[in-house]
C-alpha cells in the first residue's frame, strides 16, 4: 500500500477484495513518526534551497534561472530523491502512513481562501467565471469521452477528468471521495498530475514570451491550465508579477468551482452508475459524507479574511493575511514533498498505456482551448 492509499482512506472507500489487516496506530505510531519526520526535514531542506541557491550561484551562468526557481520545484524534487532513496533501503512503504498528502494540501487550500480578495475578483470575474466554467465544460466532457472509448472504468474517468480540468491532486482528491473511488486510482491520478505539471512550470511562460502574449493573457492561460495552484504560482512568478495576479485569480475561480463538480459527480455516480450496480438510492447524509468539506473552509476562510479586512487597519489586515501566506506555503510545501514520496511508478505500470494517452490528449486540448479563452476574454484587460 502506497502513501498516497493510505493518505486517501478517508477520501475513498475501502474495496470488497482488500482484506489485509490495517495497523492501528498505536502499532504503527513509530513509522507515522517517522515518516512525518522525513517530511518536515525534507520541508525545511526546501526553504534552505529556495533561499540559498540563488545566493551560493549568484554571478554565475545558473544564478539567473535560479533566482525563478519556486519552491514547488525543489519540494518535487526532494520527494523524488527521497522517494528513490527510501525505495532503496525498503523503508518507504514503512515509512509512508507519515506521508500525510491529503491533509496538507486541503490545510493548504483552505488558507489559500484567506488570501484571497475579493475587490480584486470582482474586478476581475466577469471572464474568470466565464473562462473557468467553459474551460472545465470542455475539458471534462472531452476528457470524459476519450477515456470511454479507450475503455477506462468510470471512476478513473471521473478522476481524471476532474483533475485535467479544475485543479489537479486536490481537485482528484475532492472526486474520490464523491464517486468512492479505487485508492489507486487516486494514486495513478496524482502521479500523473505531478508528472505533467512540472514541466509546465517553465513551458507555458516561455511559450507565452514566444507567442508574445499580454501579462493579463500570459496569466490566464497559466491560471486556467496548470493543474496545481502551487505550480500555477511557480508559472505566474516566472512570467511576471502581473501575469502572477491574473493566474492567481483564474485559478482561484477553478477552485472555487470545485465543490459544484464534487456535488455534480456525487449525484451522477449515486443516481445513476451505483444504481445500474445495484446501490440503494442515496440519501441526503451520503450526499454530505461524499462532499468534500475542505471546500467549505476554504470558501469561510475567504469570507472571515474579507470581513476581518475591510475591518481592521489596512497594515493590521495585511499582516495577518501574511501569516496565513506564511503558513500556506509550509502545508504546500510539505504537501508537495510528500507527492513526491509518493510517487509510485508501479501504478503507472499497471494502469497501462490507456490512462497516460487520455491525459496527454486531455493536455493538449486543456493548452488550445485555454489558449483560445484566454486571448478572448482578456486581451484588453489590464491589471
Given at each position: 500500500m502506497s502513501g498516497t492509499d493510505i493518505a486517501a482512506t478517508s477520501a475513498v472507500d475501502e474495496q470488497p477484495d482488500d482484506t489485509s489487516p490495517v495497523p492501528s496506530f498505536k502499532e504503527n505510531w513509530p513509522w507515522v513518526v517517522g515518516g512525518l519526520a522525513v517530511v518536515l526535514v525534507l520541508g525545511i531542506l526546501t526553504f534552505v534551497l529556495t533561499d540559498g541557491v540563488p545566493r551560493w550561484t549568484e554571478g554565475t551562468g545558473f544564478g539567473t534561472i535560479a533566482d525563478s526557481i519556486e519552491f514547488p520545484v525543489y519540494a518535487i524534487i526532494?520527494?523524488?530523491?527521497?522517494?528513490?532513496?527510501?525505495?532503496?533501503t525498503k523503508l518507504r512503504e514503512k515509512l509512508s502512513p507519515g506521508f500525510r498528502t491529503e491533509f496538507l494540501i486541503k490545510t493548504g487550500l483552505v488558507l489559500l481562501g484567506a488570501s484571497i480578495n475579493f475587490a480584486i475578483i470582482v474586478r476581475a470575474a466577469g471572464p474568470a467565471i466565464l473562462q473557468a466554467i467553459l474551460l472545465i465544460s470542455i475539458v471534462f466532457f472531452s476528457t470524459w469521452w476519450v477515456s470511454g472509448k479507450l475503455g477506462l472504468d468510470d471512476r478513473l474517468?471521473?478522476?481524471?477528468?476532474?483533475?485535467?480540468?479544475?485543479?489537479g491532486v486536490s481537485a482528484a482528491i475532492a472526486a474520490a471521495g464523491a464517486v468512492k473511488a479505487k485508492r489507486e486510482h487516486l494514486a495513478y491520478t496524482a502521479s500523473l498530475v505531478i508528472l505533467f505539471a512540472l514541466p509546465a512550470i517553465f513551458v507555458l511562460p516561455w511559450l507565452a514570451g514566444?507567442?508574445?502574449?499580454?501579462?493579463?493573457?500570459?496569466?490566464?492561460?497559466?491560471?486556467?491550465?496548470?493543474?496545481?495552484?502551487?505550480?500555477?504560482?511557480?508559472?505566474?512568478?516566472?512570467?511576471?508579477?502581473?501575469?502572477?495576479?491574473?493566474?492567481?485569480?483564474?485559478?482561484?475561480?477553478q477552485n472555487a468551482l470545485l465543490g459544484v463538480a464534487a456535488i455534480l459527480l456525487t449525484v451522477y455516480f449515486a443516481y445513476k452508475v451505483e444504481r445500474t450496480e445495484g446501490a440503494p438510492r442515496p440519501t441526503a447524509r451520503?450526499?454530505?459524507?461524499?462532499?468534500?468539506?475542505?471546500?467549505?473552509?476554504?470558501?469561510?476562510?475567504?469570507?472571515?479574511a474579507t470581513i476581518y479586512s475591510s475591518a481592521v487597519p489596512s497594515d493590521v489586515s495585511k499582516a495577518a493575511i501574511g501569516v496565513a501566506n506564511n503558513l500556506r506555503t509550509w502545508f504546500l510545501t510539505f504537501a508537495f514533498v510528500s507527492i513526491g514520496?509518493?510517487?509510485?511508478?508501479?501504478?503507472i505500470r499497471e494502469a497501462g498505456w490507456r490512462p497516460i494517452v487520455v491525459f496527454v490528449i486531455a493536455t493538449v486540448v486543456n493548452l488550445v482551448v485555454g489558449l483560445g479563452l484566454a486571448l478572448l476574454l482578456w486581451h484588453n484587460f489590464t491589471v
Open positions: 526532494l520527494g523524488l530523491l527521497g522517494n528513490a532513496i527510501l525505495s532503496a474517468r471521473a478522476l481524471l477528468s476532474t483533475a485535467v480540468s479544475i485543479c514566444v507567442l508574445g502574449l499580454s501579462p493579463a493573457v500570459t496569466g490566464a492561460w497559466i491560471g486556467g491550465n496548470i493543474d496545481t495552484t502551487a505550480a500555477v504560482t511557480a508559472a505566474g512568478t516566472l512570467a511576471g508579477e502581473q501575469p502572477l495576479q491574473i493566474a492567481a485569480i483564474v485559478k482561484s475561480t451520503a450526499f454530505w459524507d461524499r462532499f468534500p468539506k475542505f471546500v467549505l473552509g476554504f470558501l469561510v476562510a475567504s469570507i472571515v514520496l509518493e510517487f509510485n511508478i508501479k501504478a
